[in-house]
């Protein structure tokens, strides 16, 4: 009889320790899988993979080369974004579509990358008239400039962000996710120098950036440029002839030889500036992420890219 209770308590010990062994299974089976990350801005997308590697799957809304002002996401999108655990957008505005966008998710599962970079630039909006446009938001000294990717503090900045959402999402995956974003880091930090170097070969009467939409602020403060752009935050925006006939002047003043137009953005003001004050077109930059060709797909080629246009197109 005793023998037989023994027996039933080992068999019950060893049924509980298997399904306890099950259990722990299944729950480093779910912890293994990878975290489903949907992307809404190209240099997101970069971040989200380097840092991520295999313990994440990206999924990106927008291919390189897409003017992310004016993207709307499709019903397919919504629903990637619905089966996401984890979110990833420009922030500061860029994503117009946001409020909407995350009106049906729990929350926290949009993370605002942009909305966490230390010290965004502030654009004033008071050069736009005082016919009270421009003004309709909370604060009045201006808005945020949401293209913080144009820069490598900013860019360091939002890898250290995302490589933070990720570990506190798979916090068995640590390790690897932090090493994978050191090296990655290392590698966008020491575009720095070699910009600096670049742009400290232009004259500094020549340090001016006339470019079309008013992206190029992050890239400027860092080095030390100064930024006359003939549209407002958005590619959408429209100049006016004050602004155009002060740019001119700019433009004979410093006998500026370049002017910036983008990969993404109507250039048709920009064209007429040319024609008006005899200063070339460069090529083209990148204002609003990755752009759709080779060499400009990625973060560096990015960087890389529009420095070189600017620093061979002033000096
Ligand atoms: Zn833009």
């Given at each position: 009889m005793f023998h037989r209770t023994?027996?039933?308590?080992?068999?019950?010990?060893?049924?509980?320790?298997?399904?306890?062994?099950?259990?722990?299974?299944?729950a480093q089976g779910t912890a293994d899988a990878p975290l489903r990350v949907v992307t809404l801005h190209t240099v997101l997308t970069e971040i989200a993979r380097e840092v991520g590697g295999d313990a994440v799957t990206v999924v990106p809304l927008l291919r390189p080369g897409v003017d992310p002002h004016v993207?709307?996401?499709?019903?397919?999108?919504i629903r990637r974004v619905r089966e996401a655990d984890v979110v990833l957008a420009a922030g500061l505005g860029m994503e117009t579509y946001l409020p909407r966008l995350q009106r049906d998710l729990p929350a926290g599962r949009v993370v605002e990358v942009g909305n966490r970079i230390p010290d965004p630039v502030q654009v004033c909006t008071a050069d736009h008239g005082h016919e009270g446009h421009g003004h309709a938001h909370d604060h009045d000294h201006g808005e945020d400039d949401p293209h913080w990717w144009v820069a490598v503090d900013p860019l360091l900045a939002a890898i250290d962000i995302v490589t933070t959402e990720l570990v506190a999402r798979r916090p068995a995956a640590a390790p690897a996710i932090q090493a994978r974003a050191s090296a990655y880091r290392a590698r966008?930090?020491?575009?720095?120098?070699?910009?600096?170097?670049?742009?400290?070969?232009?004259?500094?009467?020549?340090?001016?950036?006339?470019?079309?939409?008013?992206?190029f602020r992050y890239l400027a403060r860092e080095y030390g440029l100064e930024v006359q752009p003939l549209l407002g935050l958005s590619?959408?925006?429209?100049?006016?002839?004050?602004?155009?006939?002060e740019t001119v002047e700019l433009i004979r003043e410093r006998r500026l030889r370049t002017v910036f137009a983008e990969a993404s953005a109507n250039d048709r003001t920009l064209a007429a500036i040319v024609r008006e004050t005899g200063a070339k077109p460069g090529r083209p930059l990148c204002a609003d992420g990755l752009g759709g060709q080779p060499g400009t797909d990625t973060i560096e080629g990015m960087i890389r890219h529009n420095i070189l246009a600017i620093a061979e197109g002033l000096r």
């Open positions: 023994l027996r039933f308590v080992r068999t019950g010990l060893a049924l509980a320790g298997l399904s306890f062994l099950a259990a722990a299974s299944v993207f709307e996401p499709a019903p397919a999108d966008i930090a020491a575009l720095k120098p070699w910009a600096q170097a670049e742009i400290a070969r232009i004259p500094e009467a020549q340090r001016l950036l006339v470019t079309s939409h008013d992206a590619t959408a925006d429209e100049t006016s002839a004050r602004r155009l006939a």
